[in-house]
């Protein structure tokens, strides 16, 4: 009989919030639940973040970037958060070089977020026939049907370092991108400073 007591005992503890004969607490099931399908619908949500990465053009990599006919509110937004603009202008569709580019430095996902947590990512379509990214490769200097260049701006639209032409590795974009940020860091500091 001192186990069946035990048990009894145990099966009150195990009640909860709720008089629910089995011992069930329905509040902390239903806690359970939505957490898990908070879960569900957070991996979800990062699944179709992901397929629709992949599904842009392989020039661009797996950056979500902002396009020629945001180029202003890519400054605005780089004046408001701080952020440098990290400008790259290519050909889309682009030759053999420039989807390697997409592929192999642009689809690093730890370069991937730095770009997007660190900058505010810029793509402007250097072989175009017309519209904003025509006007934006003039407007910046740059050639039509060029090679690809990267910039990194200030909310001036100034370079931060001189520009970068040609076709470049993972690993002298991560040492470039090092570069800025520190460059960035400093002049944010003496900013505050002066206020």
Known sequence: QPPIIQEEEEEEEGKGETNDPMGCSHSKSRKEARKMAEMLEAEHAEKEDMRQRKEQDKELGLVKWMRGSEFDNAF??????????????????????CRWMGKMVFSDMELVRQLESEF????????????HDKKIVAKMGEKQWGEPVIRFLDPDEKDIIPRVTGYFSKAATKMRIRKVLKIWEDRMEEKDNKL
């Open 76 to 97: 605005s937004a780089s004046a408001e958060r701080r952020k440098p603009v990290f400008m790259l202008v290519i050909d889309i569709p682009g030759g053999k070089k």
């Open 120 to 131: 505010v990512p810029l793509l402007i379509q250097n072989n175009t026939a017309g519209g």
